[in-house]
């Protein structure tokens, strides 16, 4: 599985952006998926998790009715819709695979995207 993300830029605070990964491989609707991101001199964390049927999701404590992530099959893309950011939430984004939710939620994935900048300005 080979992953492709776009979407990321420069918003004020309160603001939104899509995050976009794109997947190329006959196998993407078997992977769950998940966005992750790593701001300057933090560790990277899990933001957004969806399992390979959809029905399980999970988000960091943080980010909490304000994303949602979402998954079609029929276009092997995962989505990550940001509203209300704050200055917090400024990182590089990385969209993953991994057949495992837990592992993904533990930032452990079998295929990683390039990041995507994404900016918050206060």
């Known amino acids: 599985v080979q992953l492709q993300a776009s979407g990321g830029g420069l918003v004020q605070a309160g603001g939104s952006l899509g995050l976009s990964c794109a997947a190329s491989?006959?196998?993407?609707?078997?992977?769950?998926m998940g966005w992750m991101r790593q701001a300057p001199g933090k560790e990277r964390e899990s933001v957004a998790v969806?399992?390979?049927?959809?029905?399980?999701?999970y988000y960091a404590d943080s980010v909490k009715g304000r994303f949602t992530i979402s998954r079609d099959d029929a276009r092997n893309t995962v989505l990550l819709q940001m509203n209300s950011l704050q200055p917090e939430d400024t990182a590089v984004y990385y969209c993953?695979?991994?057949?495992?939710?837990?592992?993904?939620?533990?930032?452990?994935?079998?295929?990683w995207g390039q990041g995507t900048q994404v900016t918050v300005s206060s």
């Open positions: 969806i399992s390979w049927s959809g029905h399980s999701i």
């Open positions: 491989g006959r196998t993407f609707s078997q992977y769950a």
């Open positions: 993953a695979a991994d057949k495992s939710v837990p592992a993904l939620t533990a930032v452990y994935a079998d295929y």
